[in-house]
């Protein structure tokens, strides 16, 4: 209801995983599409670098939507709309999967009574509206109530926290047309564009939760070692990062990607700290500090497959259908179990994976009710 010249809406600040955003249930959201993403920019502050007269986080991770509802679908517990913002533009885009937003979706709804607790144990069924994927979700419920405290950590996040196991049921083609948009497992691009010289490079363009382009970090002149600040640093390979991003994007099916944020690139490199593959994850011009949820599940399938970027690169266990991809990323590692096909070994049939999450803060985020006075009639 409005509030002197401002809309209060009931909202949750949550951690997701490494990301960090406002959660919403759909009910208390204009049903108006163009409405409602002005809501969204106005309630994180964007268009401006720091988000000043918003709760964004002034970062891609920290400028987040979750909107949230009971599901319709037979089968499915909960419906999940993941929008992605940026600090400094007016975009709500809400093509692609969050995976680490996707963790809290359960104790969003769980916190504001929309669905209740099922023993010591949670385990509901999310349909994440953006890629019509399903998932099912496990959260500590002991006592009735979500548990955040725990003793399971993940690289990106201080400390520890209750376990959110994410059991992804259907991933490939997410937003691409299939797991291997282009038709191969490895294409080779001649990349022509302003301010550098041609080059030349063998990418694999998969999606199978994120649509991701993942190449060899030396193929652009880097180690795949660096650090965030140094990569994002460098104007030069950002360039021809983005060269590569629009034109390949035409053959993934993807049209003019300019104001997307997929598909996300992605430099590889041979794990130096024990894992599988050591990369670099950019979102899609700001190097991750990590690597997102979908994005990790992506690498991992390309890890497993013969003939990809990745073959030669990835230091892989010989025959093992329960591989587990330890995907190094610049503050650590994530681990992604995936479920092979006896019967064809290249075809993933499930991605598991761990996630923690937590309650920030509740209460209402306001906005003027020149961009929504808010609703004329009760829900």
């Known amino acids: 209801m409005p509030t002197a010249s401002q809309t209060a809406i009931a909202c949750l600040l949550m951690r997701g995983g490494t990301s960090k955003g406002a959660f919403f249930n759909a009910a208390d959201l204009p049903s108006d599409v163009a409405t409602r993403d002005r809501v969204l920019l106005a309630a994180l502050g964007s268009p401006d670098a720091r988000q000043i007269d918003g709760v964004g986080g002034a970062h891609p991770l920290t400028s987040k939507v979750a909107i949230v509802s009971p599901s319709a679908v037979p089968g499915v517990d909960l419906d999940f709309l993941f929008a992605q913002l940026q600090p400094d533009k007016d975009t709500v885009d809400t093509t692609p999967n969050c995976g680490n937003m996707l963790a809290a979706v359960v104790p969003f709804a769980l916190e504001t009574g929309m669905v209740q607790a099922q023993g010591d144990s949670t385990t509901l069924r999310v349909l994440t509206r953006n890629t019509d994927m399903q998932c099912d979700i496990t959260v500590d419920t002991r006592g009735g109530v979500v548990q955040y405290a725990g003793s399971a950590r993940i690289d990106g996040v201080p400390g520890s926290s209750a376990p959110v196991t994410i059991n992804f049921l259907d991933t490939a083609g997410s937003v691409c047309a299939g797991l291997l948009p282009t038709g191969q497992v490895k294409d080779r691009i001649t990349v022509r564009g302003a301010g550098f010289d041609d080059f030349t490079l063998d990418v694999t363009c998969i999606d199978n939760g994120m649509p991701l382009v993942i190449f060899k970090a030396t193929d652009l002149g880097a180690t795949g070692y660096e650090t965030v600040a140094e990569l994002n640093a460098d104007t030069v390979l950002k360039a021809r990062m983005e060269a590569l991003r629009l034109q390949v994007s035409l053959r993934m099916g993807l049209g003019d990607v300019s104001k997307k944020n997929y598909p996300k690139m992605t430099l590889i490199a041979p794990p130096r700290d024990g894992g599988s593959i050591s990369t670099r994850s950019f979102i899609p011009h700001v190097c991750h500090d990590a690597i997102g ?17 990745c073959e030669g690169v990835a230091v892989m ?20 179990a995936l479920g092979l096909d006896p019967a064809n070994p290249q075809n993933v049939t499930r991605a598991a994976l761990l996630r923690t999450a937590r309650l920030l803060m509740r209460g209402e985020v306001m906005v003027p009710t020149s961009v929504w006075a808010g609703h004329s009639d009760p829900i």
Do not use: I, N, Y
């Open 317 to 336: 266990p010989a025959g093992s259908l329960e591989p587990v991809v330890s995907v190094e990323h610049p503050t650590g590692e994530f681990s992604v």
């Open 293 to 309: 949820v979908m994005a990790a599940v992506t690498v991992g399938t390309a890890c497993v497959m013969s003939g990809s970027v």
